[in-house]
């Protein structure tokens, strides 16, 4: 039992490449999020998505997008990097209608130069 | 939507001495209130939790308070020790618990 997995765990880029980040899921969990992580800021939701079919936007996502490929695996897409980009981003998953807790991915470090 | 403080950002203790660290939320529809111990280089996880229900909460060295009426709440670490060195983050949600709203995080040094 993996938990939840990110790829890659680093990653730099030029201003306006882009990139998709993956995360999935073993637990079978219906809900799962992505945060982005920044000094001072604590964590911030991006995107989200309740169960599979199904997405939300957080509090910052612009500039991203989001794919529920099946109920394991949840992406994000940065179309065209920009420096402000620069974080550290962690994928959670949530089981809903029973415990509230998130589990966390170890999280993938992007520089964006 | 929910905006959720947390201090001290920083916090040094010497082993054995007790660590508290407070946040204040400002939605008073929150019900479910999470704490996440980050160590360096892995993704935060959940250490312990309090629901609105509840005043306050124990598991061993670890406690969480509840002030619904002033709407903060504290997590207080006792005997603390070196592996308890780490970032705590305090969280806040409502509803079904879908989205949940983090403090910016208070980075905890046990000195031995």
């Known amino acids: 039992n993996a938990g939840v997995t990110q790829t890659p765990k680093f990653q730099v880029l030029k201003t306006g490449q882009s990139m998709t980040l993956q995360c999935a899921q073993d637990m079978n969990h219906n809900s799962m999020y992505w945060y982005r992580q920044d000094p001072g800021m604590g964590l911030r939701l991006i995107y989200y998505?309740?169960?599979?079919?199904?997405?939300d936007k957080g509090e910052v996502p612009n500039g991203y997008n989001v794919s529920r490929l099946n109920k394991r695996e949840f992406s994000l897409r940065l179309e065209s990097a920009a420096p402000s980009q620069t974080s550290v981003y962690f994928c959670a998953s949530r089981q809903t209608g029973g415990s509230s807790t998130q589990y966390f991915g170890p999280g993938t470090r992007l520089t964006v130069l | 939507g929910e905006n959720v403080e947390q201090h001290p950002s920083t916090l040094s203790v010497q082993e054995g001495d007790s660590a508290v660290i407070k946040c204040t939320y400002s939605d008073s529809a929150s019900n479910y209130f999470p704490w996440y111990k980050q160590e360096l280089g892995k993704g935060p996880q959940l250490i312990i939790d309090?629901?609105?229900?509840?005043g306050e909460k124990k598991d061993q060295r670890i406690a969480v308070t509840l002030n619904k009426t002033a709407k903060h709440f504290s997590l207080h670490i006792t005997e603390t020790q070196p592996e308890d060195s780490a970032v705590y983050f305090c969280?806040?949600?409502?509803?079904?618990?879908?989205?949940?709203?983090f403090g910016t995080g208070t980075k905890l040094q046990v000195i031995p």
């Open positions: 309090i629901r609105s229900n509840v």
């Open positions: 969280a806040a949600s409502s509803g079904g618990y879908q989205k949940v709203t």
């Open positions: 998505s309740a169960s599979e079919g199904t997405t």
